[in-house]
């Protein structure tokens, strides 16, 4: 008696030798997603049991490894994934006033976008701050600043994220003396510290100090966290840029897992055990409109191979070290400056994914993301975009809606398996510090670049409003929020002079002296930069005079390529 395998392949062999000659008017011979992961005609139970599909093994339940179907066993259920916004307004009054009216219109998190002189470590005075100013996010250097931005936010119920990787030891600081100021205990504060500074050596050039020692940095966040902030998420592994840097579903997951691995070695060999790190550590990636069910499935296996890594590998035993909580952002390499219309419906498509994806958190791109700080309509709309799928399309009463799909679930073994083979080549030259010095990493991502960039010169990745179908009102951006002013620079500066003319200049030199002799250290927990850089915030140093005195022990780094 033939099984049920042998029917269902003669019965998919007919078929196709019926409608042969209808096959032949497909619009292509092949199809496949960006990233070239095949797209088969049909998928049948054959096509999972050719993958070794096991239900148990590859499946399972919620809430239960290998999480393939999301991390808790309720999910969205019983509270839907959250939402936020990624901005910083130039002054701290005007970022305030933004992070309330997000707040009021249903925001759960707030995401903190710095301009770029307060990322590199200076201050608004410095000489290379001056054209720079406001005009990436957020002029930030105090804590009277951080207390003017976070005037009536409680930081023990908010979870404010602090999206600056180099310096990330600094807000963790800022943040237990800004709770100090309120009367809050640092064990009670939500926190949420992006703190990947390998992903700054490939993608964004947001580094200060070579990778050794910023590793070091990054580690003394981890462990402080662990052990005085527990409730703060302490490392966010960035597979986001990445993607942005167009680089495929394989790349994206096995670099941030390498890095996320780096981070774990190091705080391990400080002595922390592995299921008091991995389950403070957390994804920043990307679910895009395009590859719709390459999207949804990145992000399973994802789960899967982030769990089975940590129970084989490091031999983790609580589930939520296995379980990694993701946050994610819509994509923005394919939105385009011309067509506001076409971006909210691009946002949306990806906001649908997420959904099916089984993310924790939402920062969904704006509209107006092509053209610098996003307008208050833009971001609104974008939030309203997460709501709508929230509450709307029923896609969240259903947990893991397109779990069992034959075409999904091969996905997301093909993707799985993808990044696997490239987190082990990584591995075998040393990890992902390894893979930066050597330059491997960085040419992995443009080469990725260059392959794009050759797919859409040439029409062969087609992109609505920028190679095909151009629009023909191309939108006017009227509400386009410009960067600091002149006078709003000169303000900024003068307030600035005035806060560093009334401290005690000899309490803050021996505080800052402390914090080079902490850096000259040996890594340890016993040199731990953040506890002599709190010493410093108290006395009044800032953030850029803070990271200099790092930068006469560390010296600067310059990317060799």
């Known amino acids: 008696m033939p099984s049920f395998h042998d029917d269902i392949e003669a019965e998919l ?5 019926r409608h042969s000659q209808q096959f032949k008017s497909e619009r292509k011979a092949e199809f496949s997603s960006d990233s070239g992961i095949p797209y088969k005609r049909l998928y049948t139970p054959l096509d999972l049991e050719e993958v070794g599909f096991d239900y148990k093994k590859s499946l399972g339940f919620p809430g239960e490894a290998p999480f393939t179907r999301g991390i808790t066993p309720t ?47 200076y201050d608004c005075d410095h000489q290379l701050a001056r054209d720079d100013v406001g005009k990436t996010g957020l002029s930030l250097s105090t804590l009277d600043d951080l207390e003017i931005v976070l005037e009536s936010i409680d930081i023990s119920q908010m979870a404010v994220a602090w999206i ?39 993608t964004d050039s947001q580094f200060i100090y070579p990778p050794d020692p910023s590793v070091r940095l990054a ?24 993607e942005e840097s167009a680089c495929d579903e394989a790349h994206q997951l096995a670099f941030g897992m390498a890095t996320g691995t780096a981070y ?28 719709f069910l390459c999207e949804v499935a990145k992000w399973r296996a994802a789960r899967r191979l982030w769990s089975g890594l940590m129970r084989d590998t490091y031999h983790a035993k609580k589930a939520e070290s296995m379980a990694p909580w ?80 034959y075409a999904v679930e091969s996905l997301t073994h093909e993707v799985e398996q993808r990044a696997l083979a490239e987190l082990e080549r990584i591995e075998a030259m040393g990890g992902m510090v390894e893979a930066v010095k050597n330059g491997y990493a960085a040419k992995e991502i443009l ?14 990745k087609m992109s609505l409003g920028l190679n095909i179908y151009p629009p023909d009102n191309p939108t006017e951006r009227e ?25 005690d200049q000899d309490a803050l030199a021996k505080a800052l002296e402390k914090v080079r002799q902490v850096a000259a250290m040996p890594e340890s927990d016993d040199s731990n930069m953040i506890f002599p850089i709190i010493e410093a915030v108290r006395i009044g140093a800032t953030s850029g005079e803070i990271a200099g005195a790092m930068r006469d022990v560390f010296g600067e780094y310059r990317l060799p390529w």
């Open 13 to 17: 062999r007919a078929w196709e030798q």
């Open 75 to 121: 999910m969205y259920r019983s509270e839907h994934f959250l939402s936020a916004q990624y901005m910083g307004y130039s002054t701290p009054e005007e970022t305030n006033a933004l992070f309330k009216l997000l707040q009021a219109k249903g925001s759960k998190a707030l995401h903190l976008a710095f301009d770029l002189p307060t990322i590199q470590g």
């Open 164 to 202: 600056n990787n180099p310096l990330a030891v600094v807000w963790v600081a800022m943040m237990c003396v800004l709770a100090e100021r309120r009367g809050i205990a640092w064990e009670d504060t939500l926190g949420f510290f992006q703190n990947d500074i390998i992903k700054g050596f490939l």
């Open 219 to 242: 580690t003394d966040v981890i462990t402080f966290g662990i052990r005085h902030m527990p409730k703060a998420r302490v490392s966010n592994l960035c597979c986001l840029q990445y």
């Open 264 to 291: 774990i070695r190091s705080a391990m060999e400080r002595g922390y055990d592995i299921d008091d790190i991995a389950q403070r550590i957390s994804f920043l990636g990307c679910v895009n409109h395009r590859d």
């Open 326 to 405: 993701v946050r994610v952002s819509t994509g923005g390499l394919d939105l385009i400056q011309d067509s506001r219309d076409m971006n909210v419906a691009r946002g949306a498509i990806a906001c649908l994914a997420m959904a099916f994806a089984g993310i924790q958190s939402a920062t969904p791109k704006t509209y107006d993301e092509p053209l610098g700080i996003p307008s208050e309509e833009a971001s609104i709309t974008a939030l309203r975009s997460v709501q709508l799928v929230q509450f709307e399309t029923g896609v969240c009463d259903i947990i893991d809606p397109l779990g069992g799909s």
């Open 447 to 460: 080469d990725a670049g260059t392959r794009h960039v050759a797919r859409v010169t040439s029409g062969e």
């Open 479 to 503: 509400d386009f929020y410009l960067p600091a002013s002149t006078a709003v620079v000169d303000e900024r500066i003068a307030a600035l002079l005035a806060y560093k003319a009334r401290r």
